[in-house]
């Protein structure tokens, strides 16, 4: 580990669909400050060294989260992760694991955002409030029961370390339904019923067998696993009021 300045070697996954039939590793060797983050040496790579290096970004502010790579083996946000740390290297860098690569550090995220829709991630309202009535107001202790679940950037480094999704593609995931809780959670909404198909279906919460790895590398510190957790609180709750009500007969 250096604190200092230098040059650090950077391995890199690449690929091309269209010239090669598997992923190979080439060597980049980069200068780097103190304040140098691994996106920068990608930047550095693909404007001075190679040009056809293809990659994800935006923000450089660990906002947008479309800079996630696996850096050393673990998923993390290539704009908030420093060289310092790992120099003089070699440093690691590949494609986000679980995910089909499209071109070297780039993922088909296809599998996330095709069932984002499922999650209903909106507020739904069963009447809704007049404008001339204002606002819907929450209390601060109302707007804290979302407050962490809310700070999702979809940077899918929670899918790259879920174990149960490289096994499982249509396992719902850790980001959807911690963003169904975020809903669920949210004083101003009424629509827990829409929501739970996503939660009670075989690869809804019930597929997460809570290794934890979501919540490890999220760098918002959302906690997916205790956003699943409440969830599988949620759909027990459901299923033991339906069944209650066929026992009572009444109509499922």
């Given at each position: ?138 209390s ?36 959807l ?37 979501c ?12 956003a699943i ?12 009021l339906?069944f ?9």
């Amino acid at each position: 580990m250096s604190d200092g300045s230098g040059q650090i070697d950077i391995l890199i996954s690449r690929y091309d669909p269209e010239r090669d039939d598997q992923p190979h590793t080439e060597r980049f060797t980069v200068p780097y400050q103190h304040d140098s983050s691994v996106l920068d040496a990608l930047l550095y790579i693909k404007d001075r060294i190679d040009g056809s290096l293809s990659f994800r970004w935006s923000c450089r502010m660990a906002i947008c989260g479309s800079c996630g790579k696996m850096i050393n083996g673990v998923p993390r946000l290539s704009c908030k992760t420093f060289l310092r740390d790992y120099a003089p290297g070699p440093l690691h860098i590949e494609a986000l694991h679980h995910f089909p690569v499209i071109k070297d550090l780039v993922v088909e995220q296809a599998g996330f955002l095709d069932k984002l829709p499922e999650a209903r991630p909106w507020l739904i309202r069963e009447q809704e409030q007049a404008l001339a009535d204002g606002p819907h107001r929450q209390s601060p202790r109302q707007r804290a029961r979302f407050a962490s679940t809310s700070a999702c950037i979809n940077c899918l480094l929670c899918y790259a370390a879920c174990p149960q999704y490289g096994m499982k593609p249509d396992f719902a995931g850790p980001a959807l339904l911690a963003l169904v809780e975020r809903y669920n959670a949210d004083s101003r909404d009424q629509g827990r019923a829409e929501r739970m198909p996503l939660i009670n279906a075989e690869d809804g919460v019930w597929s997460c067998t809570l290794v934890g790895n979501c919540s490890a590398v999220c760098p918002k510190g959302v906690d997916p696993a205790a956003a699943i957790n409440r969830n599988k609180l949620e759909s027990a709750k459901d299923y033991f009021l339906r069944f209650l009500k066929i026992g009572s007969g009444g109509a499922e």
